[in-house]
């Protein structure tokens, strides 16, 4: 398994911060967000839960409720900010990205009670 | 998942316009051994300076253009082919999803299968107790997008509906020829992989070295513009 490294550029994030940002500004006026389709088919939730609950909280200035909904959002946030204002090329090794979202299902597990 | 299709393995020519220009600075340092000293005695006379980056036509010792740190030395997968970004993805499974959306919503009426509200509430922190299931819908949904997908990706030389709006396709991203059926299949099943870490293997083009989603890499496929 020779995993490629992960690459986060800015110019590739960009388009797609962008239309999060639509996103995000529907779901703070009102409009429901995406539910995990893995939580709502079968109960279990993924390793993403909480990220739409995080990003609000985060953006409407609860830091505590944003993190304990899952602790990614607030770095999704800040890679989202910083693509849009200074040009930067990341890799990451697969093997971090990966433990990343492991330890953020254990939480994900344990917060939602099926831990 | 071990791509046989590394970034740093063949060099297959960019396209014109595309990602593949290799940063400045490396046309300045040539490799140890390399230019100014040709492998075979009695060979070819040293090439010029100005002879960078006009490939010689015979020869040994091509200049192999190396990725750049961003990763953006793709290779693509048929010369005059370009593979299709994000923006141009996102607004057609935006198309599909709402075709399946509609059949699932007209079947499973006709089926009696409780569509329910399936929703969570955004925007607060708290555990939500209340999250309703919506498993039977959620899987006729499954089932119709495997079939969608993988018919039209299969029988349609790799375009859906959404796809033909965009003009895109799916192609195997080692030969540029459209899925034979069985993997179109495959990676219409994939895409229940990719979205069941919400939407994850869908976002993983963003950041991957050949800008395959997981499906993409299940199949051995990409997206190229037509």
């Known amino acids: 398994m020779g995993l490629e490294p992960l690459v986060l550029d800015s110019a590739r994030l960009r388009p797609a911060v962008l239309i999060a940002g639509v996103a995000l500004v529907a779901m703070l006026a009102g409009a429901p967000g995406i539910p995990c389709l893995l939580r709502q088919t079968t109960g279990i939730p993924c390793p993403c839960c909480g990220m739409t609950t995080s990003v609000c909280e985060l953006v409407t200035g609860d830091l505590g409720a944003s993190v304990q909904a899952n602790p990614l959002g607030v770095v999704v946030v800040a890679v989202a900010l910083v693509s849009l204002v200074r040009r930067f090329s990341l890799r990451v090794p697969a093997g971090v990205g990966l433990g990343v979202l492991f330890a953020s299902w254990v939480y994900q597990l344990v917060r939602l009670g099926v831990l | 998942m071990s791509s046989p299709n590394d970034p740093n393995e063949p060099p297959v020519p960019p396209p014109p316009g595309g990602y593949g220009a290799p940063p400045p600075g490396s046309y300045g340092t040539p490799p140890a051994g390399g230019y100014g000293t040709?492998?075979?005695?009695?060979?070819?006379?040293?090439?010029?300076?100005?002879?960078?980056?006009?490939?010689?036509?015979?020869?040994?010792?091509?200049?192999?253009?190396?990725?750049?740190?961003?990763?953006?030395?793709?290779?693509?997968?048929?010369?005059?082919?370009?593979?299709?970004?994000?923006?141009?993805?996102?607004?057609?499974?935006?198309?599909?999803?709402?075709?399946?959306?509609?059949?699932?919503?007209?079947?499973?009426?006709?089926?009696?299968?409780?569509?329910?509200?399936?929703?969570?509430?955004?925007?607060?922190?708290?555990?939500?107790?209340?999250?309703?299931?919506?498993?039977?819908?959620?899987?006729?949904?499954?089932?119709?997008?495997?079939?969608?997908?993988?018919?039209?990706?299969?029988?349609?030389?790799?375009?859906?509906?959404?796809?033909?709006?965009?003009?895109?396709?799916?192609?195997?991203?080692?030969?540029?020829?459209?899925?034979?059926?069985?993997?179109?299949?495959?990676?219409?099943?994939?895409?229940?992989?990719?979205?069941?870490?919400?939407?994850?293997g869908y976002l993983w083009m963003l950041w991957d070295g050949q800008k395959q989603t997981w499906h993409d890499k299940f199949a051995n496929s990409t997206v190229v513009k037509l």
């Open chain 2, 38 to 200: 040709p492998p075979q005695p009695g060979g070819y006379p040293p090439p010029a300076p100005e002879a960078y980056g006009a490939p010689p036509t015979s020869g040994g010792y091509a200049y192999q253009p190396m990725p750049s740190a961003g990763g953006y030395g793709y290779p693509a997968p048929q010369p005059g082919l370009q593979r299709a970004g994000f923006g141009r993805r996102f607004v057609a499974v935006i198309i599909d999803g709402i075709v399946v959306g509609v059949i699932t919503a007209i079947l499973a009426t006709i089926l009696g299968i409780d569509i329910g509200t399936g929703n969570s509430v955004a925007g607060n922190g708290s555990v939500s107790s209340n999250f309703n299931l919506r498993t039977g819908y959620n899987l006729l949904n499954a089932v119709i997008t495997v079939l969608y997908w993988g018919g039209m990706e299969g029988f349609m030389q790799g375009r859906t509906l959404g796809k033909m709006a965009l003009g895109i396709a799916v192609r195997d991203i080692n030969t540029g020829a459209p899925l034979p059926v069985g993997r179109a299949f495959v990676r219409a099943v994939g895409r229940l992989v990719s979205g069941a870490v919400c939407l994850l």
